[in-house]
């Protein structure tokens, strides 16, 4: 798959970052015919093929050389990165472009009954997250003996439910927390979305000029946007 002749980019299917990314898409030019369903789309006037997976996937597609590009957002490339880091796995790719979307920090949050004096607060205590890489990094900078426990969904309802005394969740405008009785306190990660590569030499000839002729377009659209 990784070797055919077609430029493979991987977008998030269905989130976030899956309608920025195929608009950036196409305001560089790139004419895709996309049907809901299906894993693959084609463009119809470059050789270029989208496949459409779950976010969690893209760093890997890419670190393994399956796909020649991903649209990511930091915070999920960071974490796969120390989780195969972890594992001996080689996290081998480029970053080609921070891009203007997908906005979000990573941020520890607590009951609103809790009282929190700073992250030494948390010394003993188990904390909910998606991203247990990235928290325990938090904790280990820190000097905290703390637990990451993981939760892959409904992170806010975890001290509620008495799975964990706080949260270390991805935060946009607060909503969600307030809604759920929590309050944020340390922010751990900024992120925004990127447009990383394979590894740098992994891409046959054709396809870097294709995409050497690419990044100037997506710097001339946020450009615009300024
Ligand atoms: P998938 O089904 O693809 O695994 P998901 O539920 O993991 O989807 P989304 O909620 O769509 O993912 O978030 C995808 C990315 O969007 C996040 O990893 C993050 O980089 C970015 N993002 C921007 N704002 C937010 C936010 N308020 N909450 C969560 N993610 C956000
Ligand atoms: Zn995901």
Redesign the pocket.
């Known amino acids: 798959m990784g070797d055919s002749k077609r430029l493979r980019i991987a977008v998030?299917?269905?989130?976030?970052?899956s309608d920025d990314s195929i608009a950036l898409l196409k305001a560089i030019g790139i004419k895709l015919y996309i049907r809901d369903r299906l894993l693959i789309a084609h463009s119809t006037n470059e050789p270029i093929d989208l496949l459409r997976v779950?976010?969690?996937d893209i760093p890997g597609l890419v670190m393994d050389g399956i796909v020649d590009l991903g649209f990511i957002?930091?915070?999920?490339l960071e974490e796969k990165m120390l989780e195969r880091q972890s594992a001996n796995k080689a996290a081998d790719f480029e970053v080609l472009r921070r891009l203007d979307y997908?906005?979000?920090r990573l941020s520890i949050a607590v009951p609103q009954e809790m009282k929190y004096d700073g992250i030494q607060s948390l010394e003993g205590k188990k904390v909910a997250t998606t991203y247990p890489y990235l928290l325990e990094r938090y904790f280990k900078e820190n000097n905290i003996n703390a637990r990451a426990v993981m939760l892959t969904g409904s992170v806010e309802v975890a001290p509620r439910a008495g799975v964990a005394d706080a949260i270390c969740d991805?935060?946009?405008?607060g909503a969600t927390l307030e809604a759920n009785g929590l309050v944020e306190e340390d922010v751990i990660f900024r992120?925004k979305?990127v447009l990383i590569q394979r590894a740098d030499g992994a891409l046959s000839d054709e396809k870097q000029a294709l995409v050497n002729r690419l990044v100037p377009r997506i710097d001339g659209v946020i450009q615009a946007k300024e």
């Open positions: 998030q299917k269905s989130g976030r970052l779950r976010d969690d957002g930091e915070n999920e997908g906005g979000c991805l935060v946009s405008t992120s979305a």
